[in-house]
């Protein structure tokens, strides 16, 4: 139980392009998710934290016109990198707890390379 | 959840032998906590968790202490494995909040 999926696993694209990565909670329902990037050897950033249809709250630092996040379901969450930049290139992490629970399952998180 | 993004410190262990992770946590209020394991190029996986009215709890190879006093978490891990190897974060929550730690990174040598 508690498997969370990510998709696509690793994207490459042109600077400038916009990239959407979902997260999906596949057993369970999720009223919350979370969305990290992590940078090589280094632990996790949270990005955002998005309640389902509510606007994401995002953490300090983090430009929300930038990543773009909706969870229209509970079962979905998507990121959005726009006009993406080599720096954006980084993994990124989602995670969702549900059913009462505070426990955060993560998915298998999204390498974003951008050219 | 907070985390802050630090360079991983680093436990080298034998390959049979017994490993311990150590975790300072921050936030009295927080009752709930887990040990997550990040192998590379993969998302963290939950291990065990404990509640703050306990002090110790077994897994499988796993056993995670609570020292509420001192505001400290350990994972023990018996006879390590290389499979071991990842990075090993804790995680305190509390108030509907979570905080990670910086995580460390668990090197096996066979």
């Known amino acids: 139980g508690a498997v969370v999926s990510q998709h696509p696993s690793w994207v490459i694209c042109k600077s400038g392009t916009s990239v959407k990565i979902e997260c999906r909670s596949l057993?369970?329902?999720?009223?919350?998710m979370f969305w990290y990037r992590q940078f090589p050897k280094q632990s996790l950033m949270l990005m955002a934290t998005?309640?389902?249809?509510?606007?994401?709250?995002?953490e300090q630092g983090v430009e929300k016109d930038k990543f773009l996040i909706n969870h229209a379901s509970l079962t979905l969450s998507t990121l959005t990198v726009t006009s993406a930049h080599p720096e954006d290139s980084s993994f990124y992490i989602c995670s969702a707890t549900g059913g009462g629970s505070d426990t955060q399952y993560f998915g298998p998180g999204t390498r974003l390379t951008v050219l | 959840g907070e985390s802050v993004g630090l360079h991983l410190p680093t436990l080298s262990v034998q390959e049979g032998d017994n490993s311990i992770i150590n975790c300072a946590y921050s936030?009295?209020?927080?009752?709930?906590f887990i040990w997550y394991k990040q192998e590379s190029g993969k998302g963290p996986q939950f291990i065990i968790d404990?509640?703050?009215?306990?002090d110790k709890r077994q897994g499988q190879r796993v056993t995670v202490l609570l020292n509420k006093t001192v505001k400290h978490l350990s994972l023990q891990i018996a006879a390590t494995q290389p499979g071991d190897s990842a990075v090993y974060f804790c995680a305190e929550i509390g108030g509907f909040k979570t905080i990670f730690g910086a995580g460390t990174r668990l090197f096996v040598k066979a």
């Open positions: 998005s309640n389902e249809g509510s606007k994401a709250t995002y």
């Open positions: 404990i509640r703050s009215n306990m």
């Open positions: 057993d369970f329902q999720a009223t919350t």
């Open positions: 936030n009295s209020a927080s009752d709930y």
